[in-house]
């Protein structure tokens, strides 16, 4: 059997996204997003990439609101999955997914919106649950 190779995929900016912390200082972290908000990004989003910049992420839009469940089938970087709720607030998140593993993981909490930013950033930038998000495109 034949070995199907994929090209390379590369990053395109299609929006902005802020991630407001809740506390008192209310700390600002920007990045800059792809948006999967169709059939076909949602199933693919960050598969066959080999890296993405701290300072990318992709935001998955759904048009409905229930518990989500993601996995790292043909993704080659790991990632932090981020879960954020129809008011934009983060509900929960898995840390550090690992590539190729197909795991679910699951949101536990009905989510709009999945934020895919690289393993360790949620740690890095101390986020929490209840942290929000503002995007433009």
């Known amino acids: 059997m034949k070995a199907i190779k994929h090209s390379e995929v590369i990053f395109k900016k299609e929006g902005e996204l802020t991630i407001i912390k809740k506390t008192s200082d209310s700390t600002k972290l920007n990045l800059d997003i792809e948006i999967a908000d169709n059939d076909y990004e949602?199933?693919?989003?960050?598969?066959?990439?080999?890296?993405?910049?701290?300072?990318?992420?992709?935001?998955?839009i759904?048009?409905?609101?229930?518990?989500?469940?993601?996995?790292?089938?043909?993704?080659?970087?790991?990632?932090?999955?981020?879960?954020?709720?129809?008011?934009k607030h983060i509900v929960s998140f898995h840390k550090n997914a690992k590539p190729y593993d197909e795991s679910s993981l699951p949101s536990k909490l009905p989510a709009k919106y999945v934020l895919e930013i690289n393993a360790g950033l949620v740690d890095s930038w101390h986020l929490n649950v209840g942290d929000s998000i503002y995007y433009s495109n």
């Open 62 to 87: 759904f048009d409905d609101i229930r518990e989500r469940f993601f996995y790292m089938k043909n993704t080659k970087i790991p990632l932090d999955v981020i879960y954020i709720n129809e008011n």
């Open 42 to 60: 949602i199933q693919t989003g960050l598969m066959y990439r080999t890296s993405m910049k701290s300072n990318q992420g992709m935001l998955f």
